[in-house]
């Protein structure tokens, strides 16, 4: 079946600096990929949408400036989380329409802790 | 927002069937009940999907009902690896991209020794 590969898997980071995530679609093509975001025994909560060629699209709430996501590729989704603070600790996914009828597939999560 | 309702969290003996139910009062007639799990600190697995028919696969069964307001997730022999967060989402299928998926709250399934 389809896999997204996501890394990395778990990324320690200072207070200020920022994190870049990558999510890759293998053996097929996504134009459009999508960013959550998942806190302790919560829910995964929609973040934004990332377009092939175009802008992504955020959800109410969500920091453009904050959360930078670059869809520079039919294969890639880039979500960099700059100035990096405590609170911006968290399980972050992200997900691609396969076509294949099993709907979205996911990656396997990367959990960002700051310090 | 989220169009369905799960309970919060289920209990299962190991080796019985797990039933988790899904309300989705709201659904369109085209759209697709879809099951999801999530396994601590993992991105959501893929299990079924089905349209108004009962559809099964070598994961789970799912009963959709006639008026496809609620639909049940089977199990039918839980073992502790399916210990998990499991999700029903609806949505038009296909290469849908420019549709979200949104999750509910999910219920936590406890398999039990």
């Known amino acids: 079946g389809a896999v997204v590969s996501q890394h990395p898997s778990r990324v320690i980071c200072k207070s200020g600096t920022s994190v870049k995530i990558e999510c890759r679609s293998l053996?097929?093509?996504?134009?459009?990929m999508f960013w959550y975001r998942q806190f302790p025994k919560k829910s995964l909560m929609l973040m934004a949408t990332?377009?092939?060629?175009?802008?992504?699209?955020?959800e109410q709430g969500v920091e453009k400036d904050k959360f930078l996501i670059n869809h520079a590729s039919l294969t890639l989704s880039t979500l960099t989380v700059t100035s990096a603070h405590p609170e911006d600790s968290s399980f972050y996914i992200c997900?691609?329409?396969?076509?294949?009828?099993?709907?979205?597939?996911f990656g396997s999560g990367t959990r960002l802790t700051v310090v | 927002d989220a169009k369905t309702t799960q309970p919060p969290s289920m209990d299962c003996a190991e080796g019985r069937a797990a039933n988790l139910p899904c309300n989705h009062s709201?659904?369109?007639?085209?759209?697709?009940v879809y099951w999801y799990r999530q396994i601590h600190s993992q991105g959501p697995q893929y299990i079924i999907h089905?349209?108004?028919n009962n559809e099964t696969n070598e994961m789970a069964s799912l009963i959709i009902t006639e008026d496809r307001k609620s639909s049940t997730l089977i199990l039918p022999h839980a073992t502790l690896r399916d210990t998990a967060v499991y999700y029903c989402?609806?949505?038009?299928?296909?290469?849908?991209?420019?549709?979200?998926?949104?999750f509910g709250a999910g219920t936590r399934l406890f398999v039990k020794a």
């Open positions: 997900s691609a329409p396969d076509g294949g009828g099993y709907g979205y597939t």
């Open positions: 053996d097929f093509q996504a134009t459009t």
């Open positions: 990332s377009n092939e060629g175009s802008k992504a699209t955020y």
């Open positions: 709201t659904i369109s007639g085209n759209e697709y």
């Open positions: 089905g349209l108004k």
């Open positions: 989402i609806v949505r038009v299928a296909g290469n849908t991209g420019g549709f979200k998926t949104i």
